[in-house]
């Protein structure tokens, strides 16, 4: 009794020894090939990762540097800490803000993290992206990139992005002093000087443009920048010197080259003619921002070493007035670029400086070395049409002579040669007919779907996007649709969203920039076409334009698409460029929009589902989106 008894409590206590041992074995093995999803630290374990980050030979001097810094804030700032980055030093060496990789190998570095009651916390790491790691939002950008644009501050930038080369990975909330603009067509005429702090064109040319400010807005009158004359008259005497220009028929698209506070293109609205203003960022006449605030199209692009993000024989009208491009520099190659960009049967209008005769005689003889033929001179103001004469050859032994369809690998950041185009006219319908009539650069284009049936697709196309865009605007309603002029279509296809936008009625006031991805199908060429604008653009880097820019953004089966990078670095460039207050409208597959969805919460933006033109039943729904005037509680960047 007494044996079995001493045997029966031997043998308990060796099973709760045994079971003991095999579950602290069981804890060492998830513990050592698992990866850490939470992080524990505090101070001391952050000047630990200072001397491996000091000691670490694979890393890039400057990045130790920014990471050293911004260690030495961290321990003097105790535990008041409010924000938080993720940042990564693998094996290959400091990659700010990028996929979390599952391997022990990786040591993440937590930054500045969101505000924590002891020194003592954990962080969890949820999914694949470590920018979600935040319980209440992305980070807010620091106050110096609150209005950054595109290439403006590469040098500061490429020292301390968080991202890939050329996006921006934190939030932008809206200024403290941001005021929603003035309604269009009101904005024409009328300016809140405080949204646009990025316009050097105010600051060199405020007396000579005839602008006014006065009480912190900006004032229009209508005479233009230089013009020798009033903008309507001179206008009108454009047409009345040339009347073949048939403003708003034959010619619907204008590139204004030098666009200043872009009255050429508010003028030329009137006669049913679109323009898209250019300008270089840094130069000192540059007003594209102001011209953007107007309601009107305008880009951050530069004759300069590349070549402009179009298609060949995109516009009707190349307009530079006055001008002060260098045409004869480089060996003439910026004046190859505008011939390239020019339609044939196009034209060009120069409008020159006080160096008349001098300029001129050197436009005459590289016109003429282009087969373009001079319709009049009259005082600074000269005026050619480009030919359509097949036969007509460039006359210089090593110019080249492309295929007028180019590639979009050719169009975007290719450098300029100097060479010229097939001259040959492709025979745009006249104006509003090209919009709704198949071009025929649409048998060179991608097809989406039957090769021989590109026309029926092309209609069937049109058709789809009038039925969806009236789905959105009644969803909108009137009062939204009021508040919106500025549009981008992040995924342009052949142009139906915007051509539906065009033939809407009532009218809806608003221009569309048509966006065509370079990992899409190219279409753009098409869309120049149709009497409609828009640019190539890889999603993975940033636009060139200014933060706050479009009312409304419009995708259309961009996220289920693939792409270089993941889909939150899109959704943070759109949220750059969309204003606060302004609308973000998402077409694509229900579970796509769900992500989305998930990560617009994070934006602090507004998401409901809705559905398409198919009705509740469909497959693709419709994400409306609004961003929010979002402030963070805790701002320690200003």
């Known amino acids: 009794m007494s044996g079995s008894h001493i045997i029966g409590c031997n043998s308990w206590s060796c099973f709760k020894i045994t ?246 293109g508010i003028e030329l609205e009137k006669h049913g003619v679109l323009t898209l203003a250019i300008k270089a960022k840094n130069s ?107 036969t007509c050859q460039v006359r210089n032994q090593n110019t080249a002579v492309p295929h007028f369809f180019e590639e979009q690998v050719s169009t975007k950041n290719v450098l300029l040669d100097r060479c010229s185009i097939n001259p040959e006219e492709w025979g745009t319908q006249n104006w509003p007919d090209r919009l709704v009539y198949p071009p025929l650069r649409l048998q060179c284009a991608p097809s989406a779907g039957l090769i021989r049936a590109k026309a029926e697709v092309f209609e069937a196309d049109t058709s789809f996007w009038r039925e969806n865009t009236n789905v959105y605007l009644r969803t909108l309603g009137q009062s939204r649709i009021s508040d919106i002029r500025n549009v981008l279509d992040m995924n342009g296809g052949y142009g139906g969203f915007s051509a539906a936008i065009t033939l809407a009625k009532p009218s809806v006031p608003w221009w569309v920039l048509n966006v065509i991805p370079i990992d899409g199908p190219d279409r753009l060429a098409v869309i120049f076409d149709r009497g409609l604008i828009g640019v190539y653009h890889d999603w993975c880097t940033a636009l060139d334009a200014y933060p706050r820019t479009f009312d409304m953004i419009h995708a259309s089966r961009l996220f289920s698409a693939e792409h270089k990078c993941q889909m939150i670095d899109i959704l943070l460039e759109m949220d750059r460029l969309l204003r606060p207050g302004g609308f973000a409208i998402i077409h694509d597959g229900k579970e796509t929009l769900q992500q989305i969805k998930t990560i617009a919460n994070l934006l602090h933006w507004k998401a409901a589902l809705g559905d398409t033109e198919s009705g509740p039943m469909g497959y693709n729904k419709v994400l409306y989106c609004e961003k929010t005037f979002w402030q963070p509680t805790f701002d320690t960047h200003g």
């Open 284 to 390: 000192p006449k540059n007003g594209i921002q102001l011209i953007l605030e107007r309601g009107y199209v305008g880009l951050l692009h530069d004759l300069a070493t590349k070549r402009l993000p179009f298609p060949s024989q995109a516009f009707d009208l190349l307009h530079c007035a006055p001008c002060d491009i260098p045409w004869f520099a480089e060996d003439e190659i910026l004046f190859s670029e505008a011939d390239r960009l020019l339609r044939a049967g196009g034209f060009f209008v120069w409008l020159d400086g006080p160096e008349t005769d001098t300029m001129l005689s050197g436009m005459l003889r590289l016109t003429t070395s282009l087969c373009w033929k001079l319709l009049l001179t009259e005082q600074r103001l000269s005026i050619w049409q480009k030919h359509t004469n097949t």
């Open 19 to 264: 079971f003991c041992v095999i579950t602290i074995i069981f804890l060492i093995l998830i513990i050592t090939k698992t990866p850490q999803r939470h992080i524990h630290r505090n101070l001391s374990h952050g000047l630990l990762l200072y001397e491996k980050v000091d000691n670490a030979p694979e890393i890039d001097q400057d990045y130790k540097t920014i990471i050293k810094n911004e260690w030495k804030l961290l321990a003097r700032s105790g535990s008041s800490c409010k924000f938080a980055r993720a940042n990564f030093l693998t094996s290959e060496g400091y990659v700010p803000n990028t996929t979390i990789a599952s391997s022990e190998e990786d040591l993440l570095i937590v930054e500045d993290v969101q505000e924590y009651q002891s020194s003592n916390y954990s962080v969890e790491l949820p999914h694949e992206d470590g920018r979600q790691i935040f319980a209440n939002g992305l980070v807010s950008c620091e106050q110096a990139f609150r209005d950054w644009t595109p290439s403006m501050e590469d040098f500061f930038w490429d020292k301390v992005r968080q991202c890939n080369k050329n996006a921006l990975c934190c939030i932008l909330p809206a200024p403290k002093n941001y005021i929603l603009p003035y309604k269009w067509p009101r904005s024409k005429t009328q300016v809140r000087i405080q949204n646009i702090p990025r316009v050097p064109l105010l600051h060199s040319s405020l007396a000579d443009s005839g602008m006014k400010v006065h009480k912190g807005i900006i004032s229009f009158p209508q005479t233009g920048l230089r013009f020798p004359t009033n903008i309507s008259k001179y206008v009108k005497l454009l047409y009345q010197l040339v009347p073949k220009l048939e403003f708003g028929i034959k010619t619907r698209l204008v590139l204004d080259l030098d666009s200043r506070a872009g009255n050429l």
